[in-house]
């Protein structure tokens, strides 16, 4: 099973994630995904939190209920992109934008060698027959490497969608996630990635704190 990894962007700073790994240190469930989910969102004071829901949105439905409905928002990778005429899908969309923004000059990212293992190991884009952008299927690129690039999926899931600072912030309306019914649906993901076409720089300067959280 993948890792379960939390962090966040800041403009052009990627300062801060951790990582869950249910192989050594045993599986979560719904409710303590939604909880150490809320916690990090409270302890970073992030403005958004895009989550990967491959497997469903148990856990961003939790998290609504929980009082985070504004700040949570669920992503499939394959769903449309904002440039559909550019890209393939959302996965496309976020991953190519994301490698244009590690390719720029003037950004941050934590000196560790585990981001710097997944980002490196992201194929180069392809094209369809009508010029879409889309990248090797994940399930191929990780049997290729021996291993899942977690971390750099939730990077580019910082890229999902403009964020703009929220100068009140949300008043959050906390409740129990072991109290909160799960109301789960299955949704298919993907992740890809390009140095190719113009980088978005409205994306990029209109996020403030962008967090999420991918469990693909």
Do not use: C
């Amino acid at each position: 099973r993948d890792r379960f990894v939390i962090g966040y962007r800041q403009g052009r700073n990627f300062p801060h994630y951790q990582v869950y790994n249910p192989k050594k240190q045993g599986k979560l469930k719904g409710p303590q995904q939604a909880r150490m989910i809320a916690d990090y969102i409270t302890n970073h004071g992030l403005d958004k939190m895009f989550v990967d829901v491959t497997r469903g949105w148990e856990v961003v439905d939790f998290l609504h209920e929980m009082g985070y409905n504004k700040i949570v928002q669920g992503v499939n990778f394959s769903q449309g992109a904002m440039q559909p005429d550019r890209f393939l899908n959302k996965r496309a969309e976020m991953i190519i934008n994301m490698g244009e923004w590690i390719s720029s000059e003037e950004v941050s990212i934590p000196d560790d060698d585990a981001v710097h293992t997944d980002l490196a190991a992201i194929p180069k884009p392809k094209e369809t027959s009508v010029g879409k952008l889309f990248i090797t299927p994940k399930e191929k690129i990780t049997e290729l490497l021996g291993m899942s690039t977690d971390i750099s999926d939730m990077l580019a899931l910082t890229f999902a969608f403009p964020v703009h600072y929220n100068s009140g912030h949300q008043v959050i309306r906390k409740k129990d996630p072991a109290k909160v019914t799960s109301k789960s649906s299955s949704l298919k993901t993907r992740r890809r990635l390009s140095n190719r076409g113009t980088s978005n720089t409205d994306n990029i300067q209109s996020i403030n704190m962008l967090g999420e959280f991918s469990n693909q």
